[in-house]
T-cell receptor
């Protein structure tokens, strides 16, 4: 059983460029989450999907950010026109969610540096 | 939204000592997890414990949901226990809210 995998692990880009991160969840999990973590802080929620439906988005997810989960499998998080403030670790998690509960399992993260 | 407060923010111990980390939260929750973040940034699951008590080796956790707090106990600490410990809570489906973590340093 493989865990949550994220790609790329590291990305260095110049301000104004677009970047895309991919997340492959644990195969039987129906929910997928994206979080962002900056230095010295706890992870902050960005968005989550149940199967292919995006059910909740944080106000942190500006219009430069878009997330998709086609066919309810892998997910992508795209950041357009990157800014230096976007530099962070982007974490993906998945869970098998019952009506209210579920344990989150995180991937290793994708670290973004915007120059 | 739910507020999560972890204490202490920093903790320095000698190897072999015991410690208690605390997580207070501001509302009733259905999900509560403790994580250890390794030096490469990955969050390692320690406990899923919305209520009750669990033990795993030298680690144990207790959540008193009615009083809105959870405790993580580390006994006979080792240098490999060093790192940041996070508590994350959630209510219903959807997002979990993380505290700012406790940074544990275990000295040999």
């Amino acid at each position: 059983d493989t865990g949550v995998s994220q790609d790329p692990r590291h990305k260095i880009t110049k301000r104004g460029q677009n970047v895309t991160f991919r997340c492959d969840p644990i195969s039987e999990h129906n929910r997928l989450y994206w979080y962002r973590q900056t230095l010295g802080q706890g992870p902050e929620f960005l968005t989550y999907f149940q199967n292919e439906a995006q059910l909740e988005k944080s106000r942190l997810l500006s219009d430069r950010f878009s997330a998709e989960r086609p066919k309810g499998s892998f997910s992508t998080l795209e950041i357009q026109r990157t800014e230096q403030g976007d530099s962070a670790m982007y974490l993906c998690a998945s869970s098998f969610q019952g009506l209210f509960t579920g344990e989150l399992f995180f991937g290793e993260g994708s670290r973004l540096t915007v120059l | 939204g739910i507020q999560v407060e972890q204490s202490p923010p920093d903790l320095i111990l000698q190897e072999g000592a015991n410690s208690t980390l605390r997580c207070n939260f501001s509302d009733s929750v259905n999900n509560l997890q403790w994580f250890h973040q390794n030096p490469w940034g990955q969050l390692i699951n320690l406990f899923y414990i919305p209520s009750g008590t669990k033990q795993n080796g030298r680690l144990s956790a207790t959540t008193v949901a009615t009083e809105r707090y959870s405790l993580l106990y580390i006994s006979s600490s080792q240098t490999t226990d060093s790192g940041v410990y996070f508590c994350a809570v959630g209510r219903g489906a959807g997002k979990s809210t993380f505290g700012d973590g406790t940074t544990l340093t275990v000295k040999p």
